[in-house]
C-alpha cells in the first residue's frame, strides 16, 4: 500500500509540484520504502532513510515530533494518512 501526501509548508510558499509517498506493508504496518518528487526532495528523502532503515511502523514515525511548518512534515502526514488519520489536510476521496 502506498499513500503520498504534501506539507502545509509547501502550499505555504507555493511549491506544491511534489509530494511523499511511504511503500508499507499493510499487515505489518512497516515501512519497506518511500519516495519524494519536488523541490526538496534531496533533503526530504534524506529524513526518510531512517525509518526504512530502523523498520518502525507508520504510527511510531506519525507519533515522532515533526517540526511545524516544515517540507519534512509531510512524511509525519503520508504516515498518518496510512492509517487514514488526516492531520492537516482533508481525507483523499478514495479512488475507484
Given at each position: 500500500?502506498?499513500?503520498?501526501?504534501?506539507a502545509?509548508?509547501?502550499i505555504?510558499?507555493?511549491?506544491?509540484?511534489?509530494?511523499?509517498?511511504?511503500?508499507?506493508d499493510?499487515?505489518?504496518?512497516r515501512?519497506?520504502?518511500?519516495?519524494?518528487l519536488?523541490?526538496?526532495?534531496?533533503e526530504?528523502?534524506a529524513e526518510?532513510?531512517?525509518?526504512?532503515?530502523?523498520?518502525?511502523t507508520?504510527r511510531?514515525?506519525a507519533?515522532?515530533?515533526h517540526a511545524?511548518?516544515?517540507?519534512?512534515?509531510?512524511w509525519m502526514?503520508?504516515?498518518?494518512?496510512?492509517?487514514g488519520?488526516?492531520?492537516?489536510a482533508?481525507?483523499?476521496?478514495?479512488?475507484?
Amino acid at each position: 500500500m502506498t499513500v503520498d501526501t504534501q506539507a502545509l509548508r509547501a502550499i505555504a510558499v507555493r511549491e506544491t509540484a511534489g509530494f511523499v509517498k511511504w511503500n508499507a506493508d499493510p499487515q505489518t504496518d512497516r515501512v519497506f520504502g518511500a519516495a519524494a518528487l519536488g523541490t526538496h526532495a534531496t533533503e526530504l528523502i534524506a529524513e526518510a532513510t531512517l525509518p526504512i532503515r530502523s523498520e518502525p511502523t507508520t504510527r511510531e514515525v506519525a507519533r515522532t515530533i515533526h517540526a511545524h511548518l516544515t517540507f519534512g512534515e509531510a512524511w509525519m502526514e503520508a504516515d498518518h494518512a496510512f492509517a487514514g488519520e488526516y492531520i492537516h489536510a482533508p481525507p483523499r476521496e478514495k479512488r475507484s
